[in-house]
């Protein structure tokens, strides 16, 4: 016998691929056209390093996004489950202000990615 799936459960998943897929491809637009807008714009010292530090801080996220999927042990380990959460609020965290003190477009789009990324990284931990 076949089991029938709610048509809100599939509406759901849908739009979780669809918005974790967007999410991921302006992370990697971003990743490819930021290496070459950073060497046209001249910051100072201290804001290039803190903005480099957001950079990787959501590069780290989406990391983190893609080992819950490939991962699928993470979601079922509460331990395991609850040092994926710190990684992703703390990554997070060293995101915000390093991407503030950018400039550009780059900005926008980083500061976007890291914070549909910490949404949905905080509802896969609400589901579990």
């Known amino acids: 016998m076949t089991a029938i799936v709610p048509l809100r459960v599939v509406a759901g998943a849908v739009l979780l691929v669809a918005l974790s897929l967007t999410v991921l491809a302006g992370l990697a637009y971003q990743l490819w056209k930021g290496c070459r807008e950073a060497s ?3 910051l100072p010292k201290w804001r290039r390093v803190v903005t480099i530090a957001g950079f990787v801080a959501v590069t780290v996220q989406g ?3 893609v080992a819950f999927w490939g991962w699928p042990s993470i979601g079922r380990d509460y ?3 609850s040092e994926w959460s710190r990684w992703v609020l703390a990554s997070f965290v060293v995101a915000v202000p390093g991407l503030l003190a950018g400039t ?3 900005r926008r789009w980083l500061l976007s990615s ?3 990324l910490f949404v949905i990284c905080f509802l896969f931990v609400l589901s579990v």
């Open 63 to 65: 990391a983190m996004f």
């Open 79 to 81: 331990a395991l489950l």
């Open 114 to 116: 890291s914070a549909f």
């Open 40 to 42: 046209k714009v001249r």
């Open 104 to 106: 550009g477009a780059s």
